[in-house]
């Protein structure tokens, strides 16, 4: 029997998370939105099912506004939300998505009580946080899709920094996703050279300022919405490492209880993705400067969560 991947909000993020989980034959997809946008989201489904032909994929695509059509889903995506527009902060949006996630969370925990769940609604930390509370699900089964993407983008502006294959660049973003985010040049390397040899400290603190400022570049340059392609690779990349056991290491806000010196928190740290879910953490010992970076971060995500009054 093929896998269940449940979207819960159909918009920009959500119609690539769809067609990359059938591209990728990740399994049957149900993307859930609000009733007012469930036929736009039926379409989606409906256009997608018609590219099966000539993407060679096999899957089956619906659209539902009701929970009871995701019972028994594999895994679950959260993208249900509003996105962060120009001039408003990640914060702005805070009140109105502990609010939308509060809801999907009780239709998650009543009808994919199983289900390996990533979320990526802003504010990233927050909402991870609130799904976490208010399902009550084990840690393991709850992750928050940030340090995935933010660790593209820095691998990617390294790419391009330097003209080499970004297939080469392996490296870590640490924290919150937040301008505050934690990018390590010290464990950056480049085919195997660390980048701190081949980059001056000017382009990596360049790189290290268009990394944190990411999101927000692209959010300027839209007008209105924010990144939809790039997100979606990232927690398909999550998911797929949960449905074929790949026990891929990815930065993921995860329930830190200790780690770190991080206790209660969900926040971007390197995870071990496999079947049974966030495996396991990986803790890195921080120089100083890092340390005390990381700090300000998780102060950031201290303040927001404390926001969420829940
Ligand atoms: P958008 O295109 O607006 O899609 C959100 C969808 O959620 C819409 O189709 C809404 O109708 C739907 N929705 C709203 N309320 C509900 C609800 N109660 N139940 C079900 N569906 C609902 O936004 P998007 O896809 O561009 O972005 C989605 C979220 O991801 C936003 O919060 C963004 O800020 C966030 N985002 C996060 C990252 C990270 O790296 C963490 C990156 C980019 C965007």
Redesign the pocket.
């Known amino acids: 029997m093929r896998k269940k991947i449940a979207l819960?909000?159909?918009?920009?993020?959500?119609q690539i998370l769809a067609m990359l989980a059938a591209q990728k034959e990740l399994g049957d997809i149900v993307i859930?939105?609000?009733p007012d946008?469930v036929n736009v989201c039926k379409g989606k489904a409906l256009d997608l099912m018609e590219m099966a032909p000539h993407g060679n994929y096999d899957a089956s695509i619906t659209a539902t506004s009701d929970y009871k059509d995701i019972a028994g889903a594999d895994v679950v995506i959260v993208?249900?939300?509003?996105?962060?527009e120009a001039g408003m902060t990640r914060e702005d949006?805070l009140n109105v998505?502990i609010k939308?996630i509060t809801?999907?969370a009780n239709g998650v925990k009543q009808y994919a009580p199983k289900a390996f769940c990533i979320i990526?609604?802003?504010p990233?930390d927050a909402m991870v946080y609130v799904f976490h509370k208010v399902t009550g699900f084990p840690k393991h089964q709850v992750i928050g899709?940030?340090g995935t993407?933010d660790t593209a983008r820095w691998r990617a502006f390294i790419a391009m920094e330097l003209g080499v294959s970004v297939a080469d660049v392996a490296g870590t973003v640490l924290g919150g996703?937040g301008p505050d985010m934690v990018p390590l040049p010290r464990l950056t390397t480049v085919g195997g050279v660390p980048l701190t040899e081949i980059a001056s400290p000017e382009q990596i603190d360049r790189l290290v300022t268009r990394t944190r400022e990411a999101?927000t570049e692209i959010v300027k340059l839209f007008g209105k919405?924010?990144?939809?392609f790039s997100?979606a690779w990232?927690a398909i990349v999550i998911a797929e490492s949960y449905l074929k056991d790949k026990r891929r290491v990815l930065p993921c806000a995860a329930l830190c209880e200790g780690e770190y010196g991080v206790n209660g928190l969900f926040i971007g740290v390197p995870c071990l993705i496999s079947a049974k879910g966030m495996e396991k953490i990986f803790e890195i010992k921080l120089t100083e400067e890092e340390k005390a970076q990381f700090q300000k971060t998780v102060a950031s995500v201290t303040k927001t969560v404390s926001e969420c009054k829940i």
Do not use: C, W
């Not at 993208?79 to 962060?84: N, S």
């Not at 919405?225 to 939809?228: H, K, M, R, V, W």
């Open positions: 819960i909000g159909g918009g920009q993020i959500g859930l939105d609000v946008y993208t249900a939300g509003k996105p962060r949006l998505n939308i809801e999907v990526v609604t802003n990233l899709m940030a993407l996703h999101g919405g924010s990144a939809f997100p990232s």
